[in-house]
């Protein structure tokens, strides 16, 4: 993305979380100080910038997260992309908010769904390989995929640190089978 689409997106964001999805476009061009003709140059529709809401805060995610591609999924490991994910999430609240908020009104388009599951590919593969070598159990990877998140975005919700934040880290890999 270019600065100029990244400024639109910047703007964006707090205003679909203070006013919803239904907010103008000409209000989002207000807010990043461009015309309504800048941003639809910038964003041929406004499905196009959804869907590029999304791939930014998505992208922003995957890359706060340690992940090596030849590095196999250990309790250490896992526990390096939970204090990653945490950190990430409590640095960039709305990133985080607009992403859910996007991804559970259906609103992200079935392509861009599609770009950001191959963004997050090695994901996907480290649970496999970990559920293959017997080393983590669930019914298949989406499940423990979101099983993960599900437990990240419960810490953040439920402001849990400290203690309570090692305590819901242990009732996760408890949950999967991962021992340390």
Known sequence: MNDRQNQIIEAAIPLILGEGVGVS????????????GTLFNAFATKQDLIDSIYLAAKTRMFDALTHSDD?????DALHRNWCDYLKWARG??????VMHLLVDAGLVSPTM???VNRLGA???VW???????????GPSV????????????LAIEMALDGNDEALAFDMLCHSIGLSK
């Open 25 to 36: 476009t000409a209000a989002i061009a207000k807010a990043a100080s461009v015309s309504n």
């Open 71 to 75: 590095a196999p999924l250990t309790h």
């Open 92 to 97: 960039n609240p709305h990133h985080r908010q």
């Open 113 to 115: 769904r599609a770009a």
């Open 122 to 124: 090695w994901f996907g």
């Open 127 to 137: 649970i496999n390989d970990a559920l293959d070598r017997g080393i983590i159990r």
């Open 142 to 153: 989406d499940y423990i995929a979101r099983l993960i998140f599900f437990h990240l975005d």
